[in-house]
């Protein structure tokens, strides 16, 4: 797909029924995201046609279609300079227009002696949407709050990493510059609970500046000298969880005074009322629980990785790549950012990531195997930013589409995650970069090559069963 998004457009357009039932977009690092006021007559299988589209989702009730890394976030520039189409998580209702996941509407009536087992079908089937999208939401909600953090925690994370591994071989004479290194690498991670604030409080309805507001609260230096009912306070404690936790709650008491609070006075009264009440509420209850609640998850994720072993490894590698395929992995960033913040390392992220390694080593097969051109283009395309760790072309475009090469990916990211388990891997960063990318990125040279062996042996096993397995080659 060349930069020119125009063909993009208009074929998303017209699929979707038209630029006023687009009710909101954005984009990730390799997928264009929107949702839908009306779904009636839609045809999903239509966005796999369009070309340069390497694969379509729908998940966290938004359609995304996933184009690769660049071109994703280029893309919905060119859709918002055609239209002004409301971001991700901000779809104003429009009047008379309910979203399809919106309250059960009855079903029409059907003529004849099956009227009634047609109705029911339909009631059921309309039940089954309304609570099965909860989970979507919530998962949906996550990845808002943290995929717009993923390009500063990518160039942090490198530079924290690159200068974590100079600092310990040829940098290790020279303070100040490694120094430097980390200041720079360390940017998003002084403000990261704010701002994680901020999106969380805009995602739940709220204001987002007092969602930054709570989560400050939460982290000023002086609470260390400050105890609440013969409780100490400890700054920062709980992390990212706390501060989910808190802005929901302070989203519900904001929008709860705005209706009460009537006149001129709901201007002052509501953001007063609401850092006083919440604030006092989450270092009493919240931040208290929350941080409790992250040093066992941390606790419990260690052991499960050193007790479990290769079976944990095995377990959370192979499983990885059916969440990449549903668009939920980003909802686990939380963890790896409580991970890091508990352990000062996160031992999960580079099980995880086994799942890329898989997924080149059976995408390399099928490039090698195949003979049908568009597919060994496919494949050579996608297996360079597959090995960078993004994974998303090779699954939609290569192995997803083929099934036996998708099951020998997942074989071999298993292969890889138990013994990256086995060998206690830790990162130095929350997430990120991952692929050989991450190479750069470990918390230590045990780590680098223990991390490397994991990766060729997720690439091998991937490779030779998705050999072993083979597949169904697409007709010329």
Known sequence: MSDDFSALYEAVVRIAGGEENISSLGACMTRLRFTLHREDGLNPADFKQIPGVLGYVRAEGQHQLVLGP??????????????????????????????VSSAVQPAP??????AAPDALRQTKAQVRRKYSSRLSALCAKIGNI??????????????????????????ADCPNACGLLNVLGSGIFFYLN??????????????AALGAALAGVLNVPALANITLFGMALVPGKGGVIAVLAVCWVGA????????????????????????????VFSLL??????????????????????????VSGALLGGGFLPLVMLGVHQSLIPLHQQLLDTLGNNPLFPVLCMAGAGQVGAGLAVLLKTKNPRLKTVAKNALP????GIGEPLIYG?????????????????????VVAVLQVTSAIAFGVSGVVLLLALSNLHSVVCYAVGFLIAVLVGFFTAWKLGFDDPAE
């Open 285 to 310: 209850i919240i931040q208290p629980a929350a941080g409790w609640f992250s040093d066992k998850l941390a606790v419990w994720t260690q052991q499960a990785l050193q007790h479990g072993g290769a």
């Open 385 to 388: 930013v597959g090995l960078l």
């Open 398 to 418: 290569v192995t997803l589409p083929l099934f036996k090469p998708f099951i020998a990916a997942c074989i071999g990211a298993a292969a890889g995650g138990a």
């Open 146 to 171: 943290f995929v717009p953090l993923i390009p500063a925690y990518i160039g942090c994370g490198l530079l924290l990493g690159i200068g974590n591994i100079l600092s310990k071989t040829v940098w």
């Open 252 to 279: 519900q008491v904001e929008k709860a005074l705005r209706k009460w609070i009537k006149g001129s006075a709901e201007m002052f009264l509501t953001p007063t009322l609401t850092i006083l009440s919440v604030g």
């Open 109 to 114: 009536q059907a003529e004849g002696k099956n």
């Open 194 to 207: 704010a701002i994680v604030g901020y999106n969380a409080a805009r995602e739940f309805g709220a204001t």
């Open 70 to 99: 660049a071109k994703a976030g280029k893309a919905a520039a060119y859709f918002l300079s055609r239209h002004p189409y409301p971001a991700l998580g901000e779809t104003p209702q429009k009047e008379g227009v309910l979203p």
